[in-house]
């Protein structure tokens, strides 16, 4: 017998004779003894058992959370159960995706709002998803994730689980701080990251200092268009020190973001010419810049039309900011990576990836700073640098290589440790230090993690009100963890309990996510969200979220042609198991506008709708309506399918596409 085994409790005994009864109740008999032996086979511990017993999601049961995680560089993201880690969608957004028949007949309308006017952009690098906030709390009605490499923000519905709008940053390509939410979702701010000359033009990096820019953009978010509102935005001028991550205050500091800084020395890299290769240059520093900005007196001197045109954007000025008070430095750790608010907003805490603490400061402190104007000098642009020591309020050592810290509901912060490989838990001091048994400002706990953690999420840990209970490491190599898919090997999240205090915080699960990097994830209740089941009317367009009155309906499809212009219009119907019409005759060259609505009302009925050399592949959920338009390019005779399967007759869910040649 496994010698582990023989330590089980009454307790983990109990647990898992209610866990294999939950499991496979349809057994007749179960028994202590199935449940050991079963155990014993696969070399189960008690506490695989008891993680088992927290984590195993039977048929049926529903999660409890849902995670919002960046897709990285598959330009999505993806919406995963919590407990079970099991994947509900990928939501395409800045990538073609055609089981969604993102690219493929739908989703090009919202793609090219993304495009730089050339060539279309057809993959995106996400990092920071973030959810719609209300008052401070996350609210399920949207989702939004920037694209690093390209500079754009996708915009999600989450009634339905697609994107809608992406908008092009025309000051910059390279974005990272953010998105981020201000407390009522008033704005979505992106920051940027790489510098670069306005717009992106050219101009040589000996022409750095002059030419270079960076930018944090506030896009104004219209709740009731469900759309950013690009006339109400606008953006803020910062020097070219390489922005990156950021938040926004809350509660004690409504009002103000906070964006931290690397490369404040300007370094511009050239190792092929004998000069410090960028990781050396921009690590020489002892500390860089934490930005801490005003934002809504931004958009107040915004509204008193006090900012620059620029690629045809408004632009606050350093030199406008720094004359309305609008813009602080305060040293910051060397190579500063997260930047977080803490649930009050009453501190904010900076990780710097070279440095083992973390770095607390006071909101408070940082205010009474900005008002007695302890300044300890100005950078290059003439921007205030509070002192340091006026507005530190701790720094507490947790271990090599901090980079993103969450909180819990008790006073527990949590930052993820990329050298250590592992979470360290530790103590905040002021308002909290009373919901934890141990001092303030101390290192409780770290736990491994495998390997080389990034991100971390706790259950709405970002927002006013955490709940903790559940902590995900976003790991970024997973070595040992998984059977080697060849040499490309997924990441890995892994599941941590966080529900008791001290130093027990096991990890409970692992999740390879098979699918890009993920950097962040925003970890949302499920009874927040309330996504329709199916469309609220046949007919329904989801690009505009109302029912389109061009939509095919039962009894009115129709193929016509217009002979003079060379143009056919179809409208067809789907439903299990036929297309209406079957067939569709045109001739070589035409424009075809093919209409085609799904009038199923069952839940889960989706029909796809594919035709082959002509790369369409549409999802049609139920009641939707798809609008797809082409050339008929080539003559020929093309057998068009629905692509899910949904019937017993789905096989027989089949038309005819003929092309006439001339
Ligand atoms: S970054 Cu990737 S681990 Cu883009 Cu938020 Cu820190
Ligand atoms: Cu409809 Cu298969």
Not at 351 to 378: E, I, M, Q, W
Request: a negative charge; one cysteine or more.
């Amino acid at each position: 017998m496994n010698p582990a085994f023989r330590v089980l409790s009454a307790r983990a005994l109990a647990l898992a004779l209610l866990l294999s009864v939950g499991a496979s109740s349809s057994l007749a008999f179960q028994s202590m003894d199935d449940v050991r032996a079963a155990a014993t086979a696969r070399g189960l511990t008690t506490a695989d058992l008891l993680a088992a017993a927290k984590t195993f999601t039977p048929s049926g049961m529903l999660d409890e959370y849902v995670m919002f995680s960046s897709g990285g560089h598959s330009g999505q993201v993806f919406a995963i159960g919590m407990p079970s880690m099991r994947l509900l969608k990928t939501i395409a957004v800045f990538t073609p995706e055609p089981w969604q028949g993102w690219g493929y007949g739908v989703g090009e309308e919202v793609m090219a709002g993304g495009d730089y006017g050339g060539e279309p952009v057809r993959w995106g690098d996400t990092h920071h998803p973030a959810l719609s906030e209300t008052a401070g709390d996350y609210d399920g009605q949207w989702l939004f994730i920037n694209d690093k490499i390209n500079a754009r923000v996708g915009v999600i519905d989450l009634r339905d689980f697609e994107a809608k709008q992406i908008v092009k940053n025309p000051l910059t390509v390279s974005d990272h701080g953010g998105t981020f939410v201000t407390p009522n979702t008033e704005y979505v701010i992106e920051g940027g990251q790489y510098a670069t000359p306005w717009g992106s033009a050219y101009a040589p990096l000996s022409e750095y200092k002059e030419s270079y820019h960076g930018s944090v953009t506030l896009w104004k978010f219209d709740r009731r268009a469900g759309r950013i509102d690009r006339s109400k935005s606008f953006a803020m001028e910062l020097p070219p020190y390489w922005q990156d991550l950021s938040d926004a205050g809350k509660g004690a500091s409504d009002g103000w973001f906070f964006l931290n800084s690397i490369n404040t020395e300007m370094a511009t890299g050239g190792i092929e010419s004998g000069n410090p290769p960028f990781e050396a240059g921009v690590s020489r520093n002892a500390t860089d810049y934490l930005h801490i900005i005003d934002w809504k007196g931004a958009e107040r001197v915004f509204q008193a039309g006090k900012a620059d045109m620029i690629e045809g954007f408004p632009v606050i000025s350093i030199k406008t900011a720094v004359a309305e008070g609008l813009i602080y430095l305060t040293p910051e750790p060397r190579s500063p990576h997260g930047v977080d608010v803490a649930p009050k907003g009453d501190f904010v805490v900076v990780s710097g990836k070279l440095d083992p603490h973390v770095t607390v400061y006071s909101t408070a402190k940082l205010k009474k700073a900005v008002a007695a104007k302890t300044f300890s000098g100005r950078d290059d642009w003439g921007i205030p640098i509070l002192d340091f020591d006026a507005v530190v309020e701790a720094q507490v050592e947790v271990g090599l290589g901090p980079l993103h810290t969450q909180f819990g509901p008790e006073g527990y912060a949590y930052t993820s440790l990329f050298l250590d490989s592992a979470v360290a838990r530790w103590t905040m001091g002021g308002s909290y230090g009373a919901g934890t048994p141990e001092p303030d400002w101390t290192l409780v706990h770290k736990t491994p993690v495998q390997y080389n953690v990034g991100h971390i999420g706790v259950a709405e840990g970002d927002t006013v009100s955490p709940d903790g209970k559940y902590l995900v490491a976003f790991n970024k190599w997973s070595v040992d963890r998984f059977l080697p898919p060849g040499p490309l090997l997924p990441q890995n999240f892994q599941l941590i309990d966080i529900a008791n205090q001290g130093t027990s915080m096991p990890v409970i699960y692992d999740m390879p996510i098979g699918m890009g990097e993920p950097h962040y994830a925003q970890i949302c209740k499920a009874d927040k969200l309330n996504p329709w089941k199916v469309y609220p009317e046949v007919g329904w367009d989801p690009l505009h979220q109302r029912a389109d009155l061009m939509a095919p309906k039962p009894g009115m499809e129709r193929v016509t042609r217009n002979d003079e212009e060379g143009s056919v219009e179809v409208f067809m119907t789907a439903v299990r198991s036929h297309f209406k019409p079957e067939h569709v005759a045109v001739k070589v060259g035409d424009t075809i506008t093919w209409r085609i609505t799904n009038i199923e009302r069952a839940v889960d009925a989706t029909h796809g709708f594919a035709i082959p050399q002509y790369n369409i592949n549409l999802s049609l959920e139920p009641g939707e309506t798809a609008t797809v338009e082409f050339t008929a390019h080539t003559a020929g005779t093309f057998p068009f399918y629905c692509s899910e399967f949904c019937s017993a007759l789905h096989l027989e869910m089949v038309g005819y596409l003929l092309v006439e040649p001339t």
